[in-house]
Structures are given as C-alpha cells and as structure tokens.
C-alpha cells in the first residue's frame, strides 16, 4: 500500500526532495565536493554531477580524474538502476582500511544519465566523511541509496523504516 508522507515544507534557501522529479534526473553541479576515508581526502571536485529522484537526497557523481588514483578497487557487484542501467562497484581502500562496495560508476547509462557515464558516487555512510560546500553530509537513511543528506534539502527521506512503498 502506498504511503506517500507529508513533506516538510522547505526552509529558505532548502529544497524539497517531494520537488524532485520521477522519473529521476541529473544535472551539473559547481558546488565543491570532497570525500575523506581513512583520514585521506580521495575525491574533490567543483565538475560533478548530482542526481534527483522525488523523495530521495541528491546522491553526487565525481568524475574519475578527481578520484585519487589507486583507492578503488573493483569488487566484481553489479546492481540494475531503473533509470540509469547497471552498476559497478569498487571497494575503497586507503592503507590498511577497507570499505567494501563503497562507491559505484555507470559504464553505459541510458540516454538521459549519459553526463554520469564513468564518474564515481560515493556512500556517505562507508566513508570517513562527505561534504558539499563545505558542510558535512549525512547518508540517506536506510543503507540502499546513495544520497547525501545536507541542510539544503527538505524530506523526509526514502530508505528509512516504513518507506518502502514510497
């Protein structure tokens, strides 16, 4: 049965996720990105690209060349987007620290997510820390999606208990 929640409605300068539209979308983004593990920035840049799907945070895609070179490793998972088409996955690894399947690229999206093809997005929750624009992400509820939650935003959120039929 389909529960759809009450948005919060949004703060000045916030988004809302229920603004969001379905099908999901991608669009450019200057914001800077940065994501930290194992006390390593591995990834900065102000060239991603952020993806936008009604109830869900914007989850951001880095491209590869701001991606330290040598901290992913394909862990040979494969998941199926809807929208975007297949996955792949890395395990991210700084010295002796390890975050299986942390971060994920699309090799060939479909038509519409084609500006993402070969740029890395990234778990919040698996890594060290996340930012945009400086200000500290929190992960999307729940452990499936990629999204970063940020002050920016107004949800609720997909991923949590309860918000399956969403």
Same mark, same amino acid.
């Given at each position: 049965? %389909?529960?759809? #929640?009450?948005?919060?409605? #949004?703060?000045?300068?916030?988004?809302?996720?229920?603004? @969001? #539209? *379905?099908?999901?979308?991608?669009?450019?983004?200057?914001?800077?990105? +940065?994501?930290? !593990?194992?006390?390593?920035?591995? /990834?900065?840049?102000?060239?991603?690209? +952020?993806?936008?799907?009604?109830?869900?945070?914007?989850?951001? @895609?880095?491209?590869?060349?701001?991606?330290?070179?040598?901290?992913? %490793?394909?862990?040979?998972? *494969?998941?199926?987007?809807?929208?975007?088409?297949? /996955? *792949? %996955?890395?395990?991210?690894?700084?010295?002796?620290?390890?975050?299986?399947?942390?971060?994920?690229?699309?090799?060939?999206?479909?038509?519409?997510?084609?500006?993402?093809?070969?740029?890395?997005?990234?778990?919040?929750?698996?890594?060290?820390?996340?930012?945009?624009?400086?200000? *500290?992400?929190?992960?999307?509820? =729940? =452990? !499936?999606?990629?999204?970063?939650?940020?002050?920016?935003?107004?949800?609720? !959120?997909? =991923? =949590? #208990?309860?918000?399956?039929?969403?």
């Amino acid at each position: 049965m %389909y529960n759809r #929640p009450k948005p919060t409605p #949004p703060a000045p300068g916030q988004e809302s996720v229920w603004d @969001y #539209p *379905r099908p999901a979308i991608c669009e450019p983004t200057s914001l800077p990105i +940065r994501v930290v !593990f194992g006390e390593t920035t591995i /990834a900065e840049t102000d060239q991603a690209q +952020r993806t936008l799907e009604t109830s869900h945070p914007p989850t951001y @895609y880095l491209p590869p060349v701001s991606v330290l070179d040598g901290v992913l %490793y394909p862990s040979g998972h *494969r998941t199926l987007c809807e929208w975007k088409g297949q /996955a *792949r %996955y890395f395990d991210v690894v700084t010295g002796s620290k390890r975050a299986a399947n942390a971060a994920w690229a699309y090799d060939a999206p479909t038509p519409t997510f084609a500006p993402i093809k070969g740029y890395v997005a990234f778990y919040p929750a698996l890594m060290e820390a996340c930012f945009v624009d400086g200000e *500290r992400v929190e992960p999307q509820p =729940g =452990g !499936f999606y990629g999204g970063w939650v940020t002050s920016h935003v107004a949800g609720p !959120f997909k =991923g =949590g #208990p309860g918000s399956m039929g969403w």
